[in-house]
């Protein structure tokens, strides 16, 4: 492993602490957002986390979205915590340079098509010659292997194949997309478990392994019992808008002054409390109101009688009055709501950043808290290639290959 107490920027952030993941190494070959996702939650709490770029190009992510100032936005959060070298792996040069970093290396995190590495001799048979503790990840949209595993797999196809799509939309209406990418940050998150997973099982055998994520599967299992009902039951669910086939009252709201709430009613006694809430109280005593389910199949009434109730009030008092009935409801937020909520301030959910292009900018914090080793942001996405020489030299390339693979970038 690469000594990593050093991040070889100086700046106003504060400096590196030691992390919970601090004796790993890990190298981010992947482009756009799961399996780069994945090494920015690794690099939040400590890993070592080196982004190699195609000098040329770089990550897509860099021109995705909006941009200031010329500056790529999505990019300074994806690239955070976050080492840029610029190496081409299609050459020779490029390729041993690579396998250098390797041998010091715990984590590889690779995202083309199946057979690219192979084709670049860089499978895992060569790798884990290298070293044999390597981790390589391997975030394809279908896998490695089956008849679609060669097809181009982006979060859009998983999203639609998965069945999301189908059961998202009003009733009647077109199958819906998320305007995010959704199915990529749930196979991020997946793919950093895996990665925590192999590396606890290297303790136990010393030896790394290969992770193959497909990221249709594990947007499919978050969606919950729908195929065990399907198996058992022949059933498929609908589209049903904001309700939900489990329970009822379940729905967005709008209230006098324009807002949204949504209301959950998941727990028995919280659906009690808002039909006293609301003036509908005699609702309990029916008895079709003890089963969640049953409650989905009367949502019309339900919905009219919680929805009219609403309708008369502003937000602010809707959601005071749920929150003295102790009823489960939250403003519907933009950004803007998001930035001004004293609970997310409270917890610095969103955290300032200093960003030598941009100056102080904001954006998510880490994602969990750890009371003895706690995640931190310490850098944002860097200039592509701005570690190139520093990190290759580490790794212990040669001067000369190390000027000459600097020389040829743009």
């Not at 995705?64 to 790529?72: E, I, L, M, P, T």
């Not at 997973?197 to 392994?209: C, D, F, L, N, S």
Request: glycine share 12%; hydrophobic share 40%; aromatic share 6%.
């Amino acid at each position: 492993m690469v000594d990593s107490s050093d991040t070889g920027r100086a700046g106003p952030n504060p400096p590196p602490a030691p992390g919970a993941l601090n004796d790993l190494v890990v190298l981010d070959i992947a482009t756009l957002f799961a399996g780069p996702m994945a090494a920015t939650m690794l690099g939040d709490f400590g890993a070592e986390v080196v982004k190699v770029e195609h000098p040329d190009r770089g990550d897509p992510v860099r021109t995705h979205g909006a941009a200031k100032d010329g500056v790529g936005l999505w990019w300074k959060m994806l690239g955070r915590n976050k080492k840029s070298v610029d190496l081409y792996l299609g050459s020779e040069e490029g390729r041993e340079a690579f396998k250098q970093m390797v041998a010091g290396a715990d984590v590889v995190i690779e995202n083309f098509r199946p057979g690219t590495l192979e084709r670049w001799g860089l499978g895992y048979d060569v790798l884990s010659q290298i070293n044999p503790r390597l981790i390589l990840a391997r975030v394809t949209g279908f896998g490695q292997f089956g008849p679609y595993a060669k097809r181009p797999g982006f979060g859009t196809l998983a999203e639609a194949m998965s069945g999301f799509a189908a059961i998202t939309g009003e009733p009647g209406g077109p199958p819906t997309l998320p305007p995010f990418g959704l199915a990529d940050g749930i196979a991020a998150l997946t793919t950093a478990y895996a990665v925590m997973t192999a590396v606890h099982a290297r303790t136990h055998t010393g030896r790394g392994q290969v992770i193959d994520l497909a990221i249709t599967e594990p947007i499919l299992t978050v969606l919950g019992p729908q195929p065990t009902v399907y198996d058992q039951l022949g059933t498929v669910q609908p589209r049903l808008g904001n309700r939900s086939s489990n329970n009822a009252p379940r729905n967005t709201y709008r209230t006098a002054d324009g807002g949204w709430v949504a209301v959950s009613t998941s727990a028995q006694s919280i659906a009690e409390r808002v039909m006293r809430l609301v003036g509908r109280p005699e609702l309990i005593d029916e008895p079709w109101f003890a089963s969640g389910a049953e409650r989905a199949l009367h949502a019309d009434e339900l919905d009219e009688a919680v929805g009219g109730w609403i309708a008369q009030r502003d937000r602010a008092e809707v959601v005071a009055a749920f929150e003295e009935a102790q009823a489960a409801v939250a403003p519907v937020y933009d950004v803007r709501d998001v930035f001004q909520d004293p609970q997310f301030q409270a917890r610095e959910t969103i955290t300032t950043v200093e960003d030598p292009e941009l100056g102080p900018l904001r954006m998510q914090n880490v994602l969990f808290r750890l009371s003895e080793t706690p995640g931190a942001i310490h850098t944002t996405g860097p200039a592509q290639g701005v570690d190139t020489a520093e990190v290759l030299t580490r790794f212990g390339v040669g001067s000369e290959a190390v000027a000459r693979i600097t020389g040829k970038r743009r």
